[in-house]
């Protein structure tokens, strides 16, 4: 468990049980993003089309130029698939959408 108010515990559905740390203001500036531009219905957005969307979401001052986007990106995809917020479809290529 986490007690700094500068950082967030994400968890990662590949390993589960296992927490890391994350700053946390970059952690809820991505959230909110990436629930907005994510679909609630079958087929989803792919990687590419998250990281493409999200970046027009993002407040330049916590990721001016979108920088470090990608890495978010990803870290949301796995923390929220692990808490059930997203599913994964077992498409090529694989997509994701709110659960």
């Known amino acids: 468990m986490n007690k700094r108010p500068d950082k967030i515990a994400v968890e990662n559905v590949k390993h589960p049980g296992a927490n890391t740390s994350v700053n946390a203001v970059k952690y809820l500036a991505m959230k909110a ?5 994510l679909p609630a219905a079958s ?4 990687r590419k ?3 493409k969307k999200v970046r ?3 407040p330049h001052g916590v990721f001016p130029g979108g920088a470090t986007s ?3 990106v ?4 796995l ?4 808490k ?5 479809e077992s498409c090529k290529p694989l997509s994701w959408h709110k659960s």
């Not at 990803?74 to 995809?77: A, I, M, S």
């Not at 059930?84 to 994964?88: H, K």
Request: hydrophobic share 60%; aromatic share 10%; proline share 0%.
């Open 33 to 37: 993003a990436f629930l907005k531009i």
């Open 43 to 46: 087929r989803g957005l792919t």
């Open 49 to 51: 089309e998250m990281i």
């Open 56 to 58: 027009a979401h993002l």
């Open 70 to 72: 990608v890495w978010w």
């Open 74 to 77: 990803k870290t949301l995809q």
């Open 79 to 82: 923390d929220l698939k692990a």
């Open 84 to 88: 059930g917020v997203v599913a994964r």
